[in-house]
T-cell receptor
Framework: DAGVTQSPTHLIKTRGQQVTLRCSPKSGHDTVSWYQQALGQGPQFIFQYYEEEERQRGNFPDRFSGHQFPNYSSELNVNALLLGDSALYLCASSLVDRVTGEQFFGPGTRLTVL | TQLLEQSPQFLSIQEGENLTVYCNSS?????LQWYRQEPGEGPVLLVT?????EVKKLKRLTFQFGDARKDSSLHITAAQPGDTGLYLCAGKMGAGNMLTFGGGTRLMVKP
């Protein structure tokens, strides 16, 4: 049973560029959430997708957008990259609205903006 | 100001010692989860607590959810070098699966 997978593992971009990160959820899961983790900090919630729609959104600007596909996989897009966007981007999958809210995380994509 | 405050931020101890990590908030959570994260990897779920006052044990790790569901603690008995890592607490509030994370406790256990 494959867990959550993310690609690429590492990415280097320059300011102003655009980036797309990809995530495949754990088998059987229907909800994908994206988190940003700056160095030395806990993850910050970006948004969550269920049934191909954005259900919840954290305090992130519109430069951050996403998509969920019919097979439940998801993409995170970031436009007009800033130096401060450098972080580990984590994808987590879960089942919608479970009382426990358990989420299973992928290994992350390390984005460096120069 | 973070919604979930973890303490201590850093902890360096010798193998065999006991330790407790705290996760505190003024908000009520419907559930709270503890994760451990290794450098360059994603967080790995250790436990979920749901009921106020709940205690769960995972080998040498004991997790407790506060009676009011606003705080939690993680106690490790006889720490081992393999326990080294970043420990994160994360709370779920109400409907939806969004998790709010604490800032983490970085634990180093020296042999």
């Amino acid at each position: 049973d494959a867990g959550v997978t993310q690609s690429p593992t590492h990415l280097i971009k320059t300011r102003g560029q655009q980036v797309t990160l990809r995530c495949s959820p754990k088998s059987g899961h229907d909800t994908v959430s994206w988190y940003q983790q700056a160095l030395g900090q806990g993850p910050q919630f970006i948004f969550q997708y269920y049934e191909e729609e954005e259900r919840q959104r954290g305090n992130f600007p519109d430069r951050f957008s996403g998509h969920q596909f019919p097979n439940y996989s998801s993409e995170l897009n970031v436009n007009a990259l800033l130096l401060g966007d450098s972080a580990l981007y984590l994808c987590a999958s879960s089942l919608v609205d479970r009382v426990t809210g358990e989420q299973f995380f992928g290994p992350g994509t390390r984005l460096t903006v120069l | 100001t973070q919604l979930l405050e973890q303490s201590p931020q850093f902890l360096s101890i010798q193998e065999g010692e006991n330790l407790t990590v705290y996760c505190n908030s003024s908000s009520v959570f419907s559930s709270l989860q503890w994760y451990r994260q290794e450098p360059g990897e994603g967080p790995v779920l250790l436990v979920t607590v749901v009921t106020g006052g709940e205690v769960k044990k995972l080998k040498r790790l004991t997790f407790q959810f506060g009676d009011a569901r606003k705080d939690s603690s993680l106690h490790i008995t006889a720490a081992q070098p393999g326990d080294t890592g970043l420990y994160l607490c994360a709370g779920k509030m109400g409907a939806g699966n969004m998790l709010t994370f604490g800032g983490g406790t970085r634990l180093m256990v020296k042999p």
